[in-house]
């Protein structure tokens, strides 16, 4: 496994040379030029990763800051501190040859990205590791390349942010948004306005001491922070301990179902206005990046109809409709914000031309909102097809460019998209399954941010992505190490092999099936198969890649068996399944719903593997009614996609792709 084969987000231009710096205890980093806090402490923990990662009892572990240039094995150089703003420098080069790796930028954000590249490029071989030699250019499409997490629906402890935080790095993402209000809660302590986190959180928020921390702790990695207060919709649990801000008589709680509620700030009391200032003047000091996100999704407005007062103040104003009341509201949020030096981001809904150009609009409920916002000469990125909790495909979110090469808009027009965010929505996350649902799949769109348009190969990105995701886990993320945890506690201590042999080719539910398919509120428990089952199951995957090899018109003889043994391997494993998991169902209560799936695995199995014999031997294959087993198998098949236990199988339609070729075999 060669590091440089493996990059992720791949770098703009990588030369390989021959040779390679060696990897010994004698490995020194030395710093050169500007030496501020964020470059120690990026150069201390990459010398802590790389001891990790080779087991090397690094004899100098720490740093070299008056170095003899010549004799470090890594030396930095940067110029100066990188500020936290949209636009800033991150560019770096790396050059490796046998005797010394150099890592030059412009800035310490530049070289926190280069150090980064560097530890991906670690590679082993029989006399131990080393740093294959190469020249790397490198620097980022966008300038905003985030990933947000709610902390509302699901109050996520600080080391997940602090873990997700280290991932983000490590994929040279660069802004957090921290979406800290809902109905479901309000995250942040509020020294001004206690009632808003005592009442209206369960007890469960984060102390201003805690916010700082994760702001210091994102600075250390190159990372902005912005805060996220969801208004004037998604605010039950404001209103909780704050009723006089309502547009509807209360009384109100903190919500625990989810969907869109009612709740909504009371936009035409001048009383709003002045606790939004003090609340914001509080929020403004302690979070310091530049940019506030007010949200502004999913206002239905019906409680400002409902409102007499509001009703008069939108006939007096001469406020045609909601859309505009709230336009109303952001112009007097945007007021409170310039006066604390703050720019404004919400979502799409925000958009309304009485608004200046200087927001920025995130765009959540198509592209076409990005592409707008765009061509009204407004900043915007885009969260469309960015979206964690759907469970959709890594290939999805990866082809998924805000800015394609066919592209409507003009270069003044495609100025103004600033990137993207993967957003992570947390009505079925835990502490515990949060990762699985942010990685791997957040480094394909840390790439598609980073990285050049013209990168496209699914293959080799899903390559990349699986060594990525191990170079992930060794920051701390769970996304690998809790799956088999899971499916230990769902056999309660029986061998999970059986259950992991049906998981492994089982995806959650997508897009918002799982609400649909049954009611959950933030008590409902998050430990189930579907909970277990990961997004863009693997084996599920390789085993559809494996059918379209072996459907292929180009495909020779001698591999077209190999495939065929291939194929039947899965399949008799598959078949077999069944048999052994239907004993630990019995002792898992957990598991019963998922009964009739492993059932079904075993019978579209058998399915697959009948098809694939007729396909060998023509002598039997004639003896058949081809009408009758076309439809027969298709009806069985079509039950086995039906989802149980809120997971659905993953090889349906490949097996559904080998009965085609019996059916269609000449
Ligand atoms: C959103 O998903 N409501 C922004």
Not at 155 to 180: S, T, Y
Not at 504 to 524: G, L
């Amino acid at each position: 496994m060669k590091g440089l084969d493996y990059l992720l987000p791949k770098p703009v231009t990588v030369i390989p040379k021959p040779g390679g710096l060696r990897i010994t205890p004698a490995f020194t980093v030395g710093i050169e030029g500007f030496q501020g806090r964020r470059i120690i402490s990026s150069a201390s923990r990459f010398l802590n990763r790389l001891a990790e990662k080779t087991g090397l009892f690094l004899n100098n572990n720490k740093l070299v800051t008056e170095p003899k240039i010549e004799e470090i094995s890594l030396a930095i150089n940067c110029q100066r501190h990188g500020e936290l703003i949209l636009n800033e420098d991150e560019s770096y080069t790396i050059e490796v040859n046998d005797h010394q790796a150099v890592l030059i930028a412009l800035t310490d954000l530049g070289v926190l990205r280069g150090l980064e590249t560097i530890l991906q490029l670690v590679t082993p071989d029989q006399d131990g590791y080393y740093l294959p030699a190469v020249q790397i250019r490198d620097y980022p499409r966008f300038p905003w390349r985030g990933l947000m997490i709610d902390c509302a629906r699901h109050f996520q402890p600080l080391e997940v942010i602090k873990r997700n935080l280290d991932g983000m790095a490590a994929v040279k993402l660069n802004v957090f948004h921290w979406h800290l209000t809902d109905d479901q809660g309000f995250r942040v302590e509020s020294t001004v306005f206690p009632r808003l986190h005592q009442y209206g959180s369960h007890g469960m928020y984060y102390t201003q001491k805690q916010i700082k921390e994760v702001i210091a702790y994102a600075d250390d990695r190159g990372i902005r922070v912005i805060p996220e207060f969801d208004l004037p919709g998604h605010t039950s649990s404001w209103l909780v301990g704050h009723p006089e801000l309502a547009s509807a008589p209360g009384p109100y709680q903190i919500e625990t179902s989810f969907g869109v509620h009612e709740a909504t700030i009371n936009p035409v009391r001048e009383e709003t206005y002045a606790f939004l200032d003090a609340l914001f003047h509080e929020m403004t000091d302690l979070f310091s990046d530049e940019y506030v996100h007010i949200g502004g999704d999913e206002n239905s407005g019906k409680q400002w109809l409902a409102n007499k007062e509001i009703r008069a103040f939108m006939t007096a104003k001469k406020i045609p409709d909601t859309h505009e009341l709230q336009g109303y509201f952001n112009q007097r949020l945007f007021a409170i914000l310039s006066k604390y030096k703050k720019k404004m981001i919400g979502w799409d809904e925000i958009l309304s031309p009485d608004l200046p150009p200087k927001i920025v609009i995130q765009s959540w409920r198509g592209r076409e909102s990005m592409i707008q916002a765009a061509k009204l000469g407004y900043k915007s990125i885009l969260s469309h097809g960015y979206y964690l909790d759907l469970i959709q495909p890594t290939a999805l979110h990866y082809l998924n460019d805000p800015l394609p090469l066919d592209s409507r808009l003009t270069l003044e027009e495609s100025k103004n998209i600033l990137g993207g965010e993967a957003t992570m929505w947390s009505e079925f996350v835990s502490p515990e399954t949060i990762d699985s649902r942010i990685w791997p799949r957040t480094a394909a769109i840390a790439e598609r941010l980073w990285s050049p348009v013209t990168l496209c190969a699914l293959d080799d990105l899903y390559q990349r992505l699986e060594r990525s995701s191990l170079h992930l886990e060794e920051l701390g993320l769970t996304h690998e190490k809790n799956y088999p945890m899971m499916l230990r506690r769902l056999t309660a201590g029986e061998e999970i092999a059986p259950l992991k042999n049906l998981v492994d080719v089982c995806e959650p539910v997508k897009n918002y099936e799982r609400t649909v398919q049954r009611f959950y509120t933030t008590f409902s428990p998050l430990t189930r198969v579907v909970d277990a089952a990961r997004p863009d199951a693997k084996v599920a995957r390789e085993f559809r890649k494996l059918v379209n090899q072996f459907r292929s018109e180009s495909i020779q003889e001698k591999d077209a068996h190999q495939l065929q043994a291939e194929l039947e391997k899965r399949l008799i494993l598959w078949r077999d399944n069944h048999a052994a998991l239907e004993l630990i169902i019995q002792h898992s209560p957990i598991l019963q719903g998922i009964h009739s799936l492993s059932a079904d695995l075993s019978t579209v199995a058998m399915i697959g593997l009948e098809a694939l014999s007729f396909l060998e031997n023509q002598d039997e294959r004639k003896q058949i009614d081809v009408g009758e087993y076309s439809k027969r198998q298709k009806a069985l098949l079509q039950a086995a996609k039906k989802p149980r236990g809120q997971v659905e199988l993953m090889i349906i339609s490949a097996i559904e792709q080998i009965v085609e070729l019996v059916v269609g075999k000449k």
